[in-house]
């Protein structure tokens, strides 16, 4: 069984520009969640999305936004992009019980 | 306000002695809690959860202990491998529809040989 994909692998953007992440859950999955990991720092939350629908979002400013696809596949998008961005984005992804959350391997996003 | 709380950032452990990696929660309506390995360029792979009706579940080499009214869990490996460096994250959970998780910020691990 595939497990959670995300592309691209790395995203070099400069200041200003708009950066689109995509990911895939494994199947079956309905939940997929999207975090940050900035450098030395953990895991912030950013958004959860179920059933195609924002259930909620983390201490992030509007820029940061997103969606999840009728096949549950979901994109984040971060616009306005700061240097502050430059992180490793995950996403994970959780069967309806949502006990436990799957991760795929990221996307490095470096911000110029 | 950091409602879980991993205060050391790095711990070094020999081959083959015990791994004690602590973590501490301040939300009392918080009732499962999972740890996380991280290797560098990958993204976190479960290990071991534990819910608040018990206070020890072990899987293998792992330990998860929790102590409700303390407010704080650990994770003992035993006995440590170099295999096992890695950032350790531990996350926790409210019951109910949402089953959000918190993660901790990580304590980087490492065996020495």
């Known amino acids: 069984e595939a497990g959670v994909t995300q592309s691209p692998t790395h995203l070099i953007k400069t200041r200003g520009q708009q950066a689109t992440l995509r990911c895939s859950p494994i199947s079956g999955h309905t939940s997929v969640y999207w975090y940050q990991q900035a450098l030395g720092l953990g895991l912030q939350f950013l958004l959860w999305?179920?059933?195609?629908?924002?259930?909620n979002r983390g201490n992030f400013p509007p820029r940061f936004s997103g969606r999840q696809f009728p096949n549950y596949s979901s994109e984040l998008n971060v616009n306005a992009l700061e240097l502050e961005d430059s992180a490793l984005y995950l996403c994970?992804?959780?069967?309806?019980?949502?006990?436990?959350?799957?991760f795929g391997p990221g996307t490095r996003l470096t911000v110029l | 306000d950091q409602q879980v709380k991993q205060n050391s950032p790095s711990l070094s452990v020999q081959e083959g002695r015990i791994s004690i990696l602590n973590c501490d929660y301040t939300n009392s309506m918080f009732d499962y809690f999972l740890w996380y390995k991280k290797y560098p360029a990958e993204g976190p792979t479960f290990l071991i959860s534990i819910s608040s009706i018990k206070d020890k579940n072990e899987d293998g080499r792992f330990t998860v202990f929790l102590n409700k009214s303390a407010k704080h869990l650990s994770l003992h490996i035993v006995p440590s491998q170099p295999g096992d460096s890695a950032v350790y994250f531990c996350a926790a959970s409210e019951a109910g529809s949402a089953r959000q998780l918190t993660f901790g910020s990580g304590t980087q691990l490492t065996v020495l040989p």
């Open positions: 999305y179920d059933e195609g629908e924002e259930r």
């Open positions: 994970a992804s959780s069967s309806r019980d949502r006990k436990n959350e799957f």
